[in-house]
């Protein structure tokens, strides 16, 4: 419980940056897959990028290809989403997850811990 600790987030205006964060204070996840989710009002929680255990490996869903960027500070047990070029349709609570496993995936059950999420909302 309260493994992984989000910031970041907030209101911003369509074309805009913003980038979030998550720790872990417990330096539990050093060797795990690291991913970010997201789930909108109404819908399903959605994979929106992971990162292998040493940052070697990325995938993105294909809604935020080349906008978004994930990255880890494995030394200072940090996971980051910096997201680019913001859309309205990317309106949603984010959430860090921390991966069973050294890669990570876009299944939601492949993930341990969550963060406690973190609104977004794009609007002009």
């Known amino acids: 419980q309260g493994q992984l600790v989000q910031s970041g987030g907030g209101l911003v205006q369509p074309g805009t940056s913003l980038r979030l964060s998550c720790s872990n204070s417990?330096?539990?996840?050093?060797?795990?897959?690291m991913g970010w989710f997201r789930q909108a009002p109404g819908k399903e929680r959605e994979f929106v990028a992971t990162i292998s255990w040493n940052g070697g490996n990325t995938v993105y869903a294909d809604s935020v290809k080349g906008r978004f960027s994930v990255s880890r500070d494995n030394a200072n047990d940090m996971l980051y989403l910096q997201m680019n070029d913001l859309k309205p349709e990317d309106t949603a609570v984010y959430y860090c997850?921390?991966?069973?496993?050294?890669?990570?995936?876009?299944?939601?059950?492949?993930?341990?811990?969550w963060g406690q999420g973190t609104q977004v909302t794009v609007a002009a």
């Open positions: 997850a921390a991966s069973r496993g050294a890669t990570g995936s876009s299944e939601p059950s492949t993930y341990r811990y």
């Open positions: 417990r330096r539990m996840f050093r060797n795990n897959g």
